[in-house]
């Protein structure tokens, strides 16, 4: 399997994980990193929420799973480049999509896909379903992932979702040590050294920025932030890249940033939109 980072990003309902998975992707991508998200929520799919004006040309994450076989062309063909994010790719279920559309598919399937996945991006971000008995997908990545982000809030229905879950990631399969607490969205006046003693302690903090509740309504997730709470926020995004890429890892991105800067005519330096559009006009009839 390609060493290529694996991070799976999981919480309850409504803590921020493809907030944070998006602003993950764009750190990741500010530092010429080549990114995959896979959004794996099929009971509400987020890609049309980040993406509105891509909808109509947006292949299904379900459509994918359900193919006879996988193959790098075929993810290459279901991933959704960013226009405005040049190294960041998406594949995830589109709007309309329910979870009994496409037909089920096995654990095989699903570790084919991320191994697939592994071998296309500098870096994978998986974008759980917080119910993963509903979705093997998010549950095979949190096995295979080589670093947890597990986002919590700072409320009850949080609570009650990590105690209903804590006798499952027990099990010897998730590798809770390779698990970051995160405590995410908190505002000004919660008590948020309580919350983390429940849950074990947090690693780190990502604060409710008013900036991001806009961004979020007005589907404007890869937007950039500014003022004095978002460069809180943005510190807290750093700090978890830090805790979830080797250091080797980032080194190859610093001499990937350099080389870019010094040949822009050097084809293995390409980003992952230009990648992903020298196999799409094939398989979509744009092009010869």
């Not at 960041?88 to 999509?97: E, N, Q, S």
């Not at 037909?103 to 084919?112: M, T």
């Not at 926020?233 to 990937?256: F, N, R, T």
């Amino acid at each position: 399997m390609s060493n290529k980072p694996l991070i799976a990003v999981w919480g309850n309902p409504g803590s921020g994980k493809t907030l944070t998975t998006i602003k993950l992707a764009k750190a990741l991508a500010a530092k010429k990193q080549n990114v995959l998200i896979l959004c794996c929520d099929a009971l509400c799919p987020s890609t049309s929420t980040i993406l509105p004006q891509a909808a109509k040309q947006q292949r299904s994450l379900g459509e994918l799973l359900s193919l006879p076989s996988l193959t790098q062309e075929e993810l290459l063909r279901y991933a959704l480049p960013l226009d405005d994010s040049p190294h960041i790719a998406l594949i995830g279920y589109k709007k309309g999509d329910t979870a009994y559309m496409y037909a089920s598919y096995n654990r095989e399937r699903a570790v084919d896909l991320l191994t697939l996945a592994r071998h296309l991006a500098d870096v994978i971000l998986v974008d759980c379903s917080s119910y993963l008995s509903a979705d093997p997908l998010s549950t095979i990545a949190l096995e295979l992932a080589d670093t947890v982000f597990r986002l919590h809030s700072c409320e009850l229905k949080s609570l009650m979702f990590y105690a209903s879950y804590l006798p499952l990631l027990t099990d010897l399969r998730f590798r809770r040590s390779l698990n970051v607490s995160v405590l995410s969205n908190v505002k000004v006046g919660q008590n948020e050294k309580e919350y983390s003693q429940v849950f074990g302690g947090i690693e780190v903090t990502l604060p409710y920025v008013t900036e991001l509740e806009q961004q979020t309504a007005d589907a404007r997730l890869l937007d950039d932030l500014s003022g004095k709470d978002a460069k809180t926020y943005l510190s807290g995004v750093e700090h978890l890249i830090q805790l979830a890429l080797p250091e080797e890892h980032q080194q190859v991105a610093k001499s990937k940033d350099k080389s870019s800067k010094t040949s822009t005519s050097n084809t293995t330096t390409l980003n992952l939109l230009n990648w992903l559009k020298s196999f799409l006009p094939k398989r979509r009839g744009d092009g010869q």
